[in-house]
């Protein structure tokens, strides 16, 4: 099971750190993503990052902005996101596979939280 947190209103440039804690203990050998889906859009991609958490990578969108990390001893991935746009608008979901290394498409997980919604006012 992922719950994520970290979720709320905040203005354009500002920052929030979402967090997604693992009831399990496999976590720490599992890919952990992050996606977001706007109303009447799909869920797209934010960034992902490997078991070790040697790899990452990121939407061209979010790059530079955005930093995926995770604490295996902790059970917990985090996503911190600094200069907020209003696009970045959407609800958040973080999601885990033990099955890959690092996974852009959301069919590529098979663990999914209830999702935080971020808001970024202009």
Do not use: H
Request: proline share 2%.
């Amino acid at each position: 099971q992922l719950v994520e947190s970290g979720g709320g209103l905040v203005q354009a440039g500002g920052s929030l750190r979402l967090s997604c804690a693992a009831s399990s203990g496999a976590f720490s050998t599992a890919a952990v993503g992050w996606f977001r889906q706007a109303p009447g859009k799909e869920r797209d991609f934010v960034a992902t990052i490997s078991w070790g958490g040697r790899t990452t990578s990121y939407a061209e969108s979010v790059k530079g902005r955005f930093t995926i990390s995770r604490n295996n001893a902790e059970s917990t991935a985090y996503l911190q996101m600094s200069s907020l746009e209003p696009d970045d608008t959407a609800v958040y979901y973080c999601a885990a596979s033990e099955s890959i290394d690092t996974g852009t498409d959301p069919g590529q997980y098979n663990y999914w939280g209830q999702g935080t919604q971020v808001t970024v006012s202009s």
